[in-house]
């Protein structure tokens, strides 16, 4: 493959592995996250930093806005949240009676997602995709309409993953 594509390959792989990170380590223990911590997080994860004349090569400069572009549409997800206290196989953060569900697939049929009863879903959206979405929840699986599959699509290719609020 060229260069190009080898570096876009390279660029996908550290992004969605930054996204991921962000999703399950950042908040594990309760820890709250602030944005100068994503950023100090950032820096050391993708391994950006200043040249020795003060300037950010322009690669660099294109990972940290796709990181802004993901956190404007989906920081919710992170800042401020802690982990979900539950047996689930996907990352789940929470706050404030929101679980945020980071979901690497398309497929919207069968989100396996284990809750106590204490939780019970008013509303799902999946964040810069589609609010009020049609669902069902039975037999610890979420199951989600989606109107705009290409967008979720596009997202998902775009960032590895869409985000999924659920309010309870």
Known sequence: APLYLKSVRKL???????????????????????????????QQTLNIGPMADGTIPVHEVERLKEMGAWLQICGEAIYETSP???????PVTVKDQILYLFWESTDFEKIPLILGQEWQIRN???LGVQKDCCFS????????????????????????????????
């Open 12 to 42: 996908q792989e550290k992004r969605f592995v930054f996204v991921k990170i962000l999703a399950i380590i950042i908040p594990e223990n309760g820890a709250k996250v602030s944005k100068i911590k994503c950023f100090q997080f950032a």
């Open 124 to 126: 799902v959206e999946i």
């Open 84 to 90: 979900f206290e539950g047996e689930n196989e996907i």
């Open 137 to 168: 929840y039975e037999k610890e699986q979420l199951q989600i309409s989606v109107e705009n599959m290409e967008k979720a699509i596009r997202m998902s290719e775009r960032f590895g993953m869409n985000v999924i609020k659920i309010m309870t």
